[in-house]
Nanobody, 124 residues
Framework: QVQLVESGGGLVQAGGSLRLSCAASGRTISSYAMGWLRQAPGKGREVVAA????????YYADSVKGRFTISRDNAKNSVSLQMNSLKPEDTAVYYC?????????????????WGQGTQVTVSS
């Protein structure tokens, strides 16, 4: 059974930074694409960043380009999201997810396993 556990969320002021981490077990994620998705209150889930199995390709939503960086450590079966210059509109529950694909996936329905999520709140 695949388990994904996120950590690193919290409360931060606008302009601040947070680093989210995700530890995977039950699946060797080095063979699969990974993503960070978020869901704000009253909104649907969106993929904010994604990375291919090798780390050679990445995807970012327009709203986070230049501010967020996704990375992975296949030796540690983990993936991270560095979030800089945070804005109040980044407030959401952030989920780590894995997709049954080697290439970058940009749509929420393309992911088959999800973590429980970690809350990120950005105050103005």
């Amino acid at each position: 059974q695949v388990q994904l556990v996120e950590s690193g969320g919290g409360l931060v002021q606008a302009g601040g930074s947070l680093r989210l981490s995700c530890a995977a077990s039950g699946r060797t994620i080095s063979s699969y694409a990974m993503g960070w998705l978020r869901q704000a209150p009253g909104k649907g889930r969106e993929v904010v960043a994604a990375i291919s199995w090798s780390g050679g390709s990445t995807y970012y939503a327009d709203s986070v380009k230049g501010r967020f960086t996704i990375s992975r450590d296949n030796a540690k079966n983990s993936v991270s999201l560095q979030m800089n210059s945070l804005k109040p509109e980044d407030t959401a529950v952030y989920y780590c997810a894995t997709a049954p694909s080697r290439t970058v996936r940009a749509r929420p329905h393309e992911y088959d396993y999800w973590g429980q999520g970690t809350q990120v709140t950005v105050s103005s």
